[in-house]
């Protein structure tokens, strides 16, 4: 599918792209679009910073224990609800961080998913986590920072014999030496894992809009053509499913957030614990 590049891409580009070439010259890295040495997913998710930065801003002097607002509600919802699926409810269950510890990185990264794959809702964005190098940054993210807690917990040496079953006497150290490998070969795939899951989704969800919205806007031009009241029958369709799959987005992008929240909690649980 051909890369979309909005109007805002057009003009970051206009005003920055020859700094950013410049600099990408400069480490010998060449730009797969010359025209637009900024690309359209890092322009997105710079978008996404500055919404979910303003958003803390404006948020943090409007909060109140006595009478929360609706966004506070919202915001508390995201991290604690009474469904259990909140950003602190995973981690204290999968990670039993009831001090909090992991909160600021994993809510960070989800909060960061959430707005990134909600952009696209809105006609003049899209949702950077539909281009694969946004979600492999995050999984890249969640992979150092589980394991840096896993070291960190369990010291080098021992959290490096997790990966071979923590071997106890010789017989153990043998199958220690066979399973190894693979462990840390499974350990390393779920970077792809949290990749592919988050990126087809979002990519796909996207790409399903574009497709259903293409096919039903032709019948349309040809019943205009051949008489208006045609054209408007069948042009009722073309502007219900924009809504359906709207729904449907919101829908993909609130379940890939909670997958993309899960995981990396049973992952940081994994890696800190003290039985494998």
Request: aromatic share 12%; glycine share 10%.
């Amino acid at each position: 599918m051909e890369e979309h590049v909005s109007w805002l891409t057009t003009f970051v580009n206009h005003y920055l792209g020859g700094v950013a070439a410049a600099l990408l010259q400069a480490l010998h890295v060449q730009p797969s679009h010359p025209a637009l040495p900024i690309p359209e997913y890092v322009v997105m998710s710079m978008v996404v910073f500055l919404i979910g930065a303003i958003g803390s801003l404006w948020l943090k002097p409007r909060l109140s224990v006595d009478n929360p607002g609706g966004a506070q509600q919202i915001a508390e919802m995201l991290f604690t609800n009474p469904l259990g699926f909140g950003i602190r409810d995973l981690l204290i269950e999968n990670a039993h961080d009831k001090k909090g510890k992991y909160t600021a990185m994993v809510g960070s990264v989800a909060v960061f998913i959430l707005l990134a794959n909600l952009l696209s809702v809105f006609p003049l964005f899209s949702a950077p986590t539909a281009e694969k190098s946004v979600p492999l940054g995050c999984a890249i993210v969640i992979f150092l920072y589980f394991n840096f807690h896993g070291f960190r917990h369990h010291g080098v040496g021992h959290y490096l014999l997790t990966f071979a079953g923590s071997p106890k006497n010789f017989g153990d150290g043998l199958l220690g030496i066979l399973l190894f490998p693979v462990e840390i070969i499974s350990t390393c795939a779920r970077m792809l894992s949290l990749t592919v899951r988050l990126w087809a989704n979002i990519f796909a969800s996207d790409l399903l809009y574009v497709i259903f919205l293409g096919l039903l806007v032709g019948p349309s031009i040809w019943g205009w053509e051949k008489n208006p009241a045609l054209g408007v029958f069948l042009g009722i369709f073309p502007a219900v499913i924009p809504v359906a799959f709207i729904g449907l987005h919101i829908f993909v992008a609130i379940i890939q957030t909670y997958v993309f929240t899960l995981l990396p909690s049973i992952y940081i649980g994994i890696a800190t614990a003290d039985e494998h």
